[in-house]
């Protein structure tokens, strides 16, 4: 059994909370089986899909948004177990600086994660993307992308 199959979903909540803070984007990556899904269901900035898939999707993602993103922190709310030992939710703060406007920012993040096997397969993240789209200057494209999804 390896190191990776050994961990528990918590610990690679937690893992993944480090590496995120202080880790590179293919560490990132890493933590995720190879045909893992990622879902945002609220977005995360105008023109970004709502779902990613595949480790080295993730791995091209990652690496293409970490020059413009300085994580300052990510702080950890709460880290629910549930009746599902796949599964752990996880409550934390993302402050960061929008490298290219030089502005700071916090989100707030709700990361439903299922673990199998020491590896992410599936994570549904839920994002107030308000504050970095302020951060970014992407603010007013937000708000119309948001308008445009709720015209009936």
């Given at each position: 059994?390896?190191e990776?199959?050994a961990r528990?979903?918590?610990e690679?909540?937690?893992?993944?909370?480090?590496?995120?803070?202080?880790g590179?984007?293919?560490e990132?990556?890493?933590?995720?089986?190879?045909?893992?899904?990622?879902?945002?269901?609220?977005?995360?900035?105008?023109?970004?899909?709502?779902q990613?898939?595949?480790?080295?999707g993730?791995r091209?993602?990652?690496?293409?948004?970490?020059?413009?993103i300085r994580?300052?922190?990510?702080?950890?709310?709460a880290?629910?177990?549930?009746a599902?030992?796949e599964?752990?939710?996880?409550?934390?703060?993302?402050?960061?600086?929008?490298?290219?406007?030089?502005?700071?920012?916090t989100?707030?993040?709700?990361m439903?994660?299922?673990?199998r096997?020491?590896l992410?397969?599936h994570?549904?993240?839920y994002?107030?993307?308000l504050?970095?789209?302020?951060?970014?200057?992407?603010?007013?494209?937000?708000?119309?992308?948001?308008?445009?999804?709720?015209?009936g």
């Open positions: 059994m390896t990776v199959s528990s979903p918590r690679v909540a937690e893992r993944f909370l480090r590496v995120a803070s202080d590179t984007p293919d990132l990556a890493d933590l995720y089986a190879e045909n893992s899904v990622i879902e945002m269901p609220f977005g995360a900035q105008p023109g970004v899909p709502l990613f898939e595949g480790r080295e993730h091209a993602r990652f690496r293409s948004f970490a020059p413009s994580v300052e922190r990510i702080g950890l709310a880290l629910h177990e549930t599902d030992p599964v752990v939710i996880a409550e934390y703060d993302y402050q960061a600086t929008a490298v290219p406007t030089g502005r700071s920012f989100n707030r993040y709700i439903v994660m299922r673990v096997d020491g992410i397969v994570s549904r993240d994002a107030n993307p504050g970095s789209a302020a951060a970014f200057g992407n603010l007013d494209r937000l708000l119309q992308a948001a308008r445009q999804s709720t015209a």
